[in-house]
């Protein structure tokens, strides 16, 4: 059974994309992960496809796949740019974005082609106005 979206954590410095990634700005990077209703939605999650190191990719292009006991789950770019590192630990242990989405369970860090796209993503109210939205 899936949390109230209540019982859910939204930190206030990140922002949010309507496929529930988060990115935190973080000097002249950005760090990804998915956001605590998307790993609550997806439930235990088993595997996760990250891209390579040196990759790059457009806003809203797939970068990965995240596998739960219910489900194959498509990761999408907050923004473009490209992959100046990813989280080698969740080949291991991917239950770290079940347990931590905004810590060590992140997912890929990216040299964002324009910064701007970042401004453009939701802040956490309008975030949660979304959820909140789809669940009528």
Partial sequence: MSK????LVFPDDVRYTDD?????QE?????????????DQLGDIVFVELPEVGSTFEHGEEFG????VK?????YMPIGG?????NEALADTPEQVNGDPYGDGWMIVIKP????????L???????AMLKGSEG
């Fill in 82 to 86: 490209e992959i100046v590192a990813i």
């Fill in 20 to 24: 529930h990634e988060w990115a935190r």
């Fill in 113 to 120: 082609a324009d910064i701007g796209e970042f401004e453009a």
């Fill in 71 to 75: 489900a194959v789950s498509e990761l």
């Fill in 4 to 7: 109230a979206i209540s019982d």
């Fill in 122 to 128: 939701k802040d956490k109210d309008a975030y949660l």
């Fill in 27 to 39: 000097g002249e990077t950005v760090k990804v992960g998915i956001t605590d209703y998307a790993q």
């Fill in 65 to 68: 796949t995240l596998e739960s």
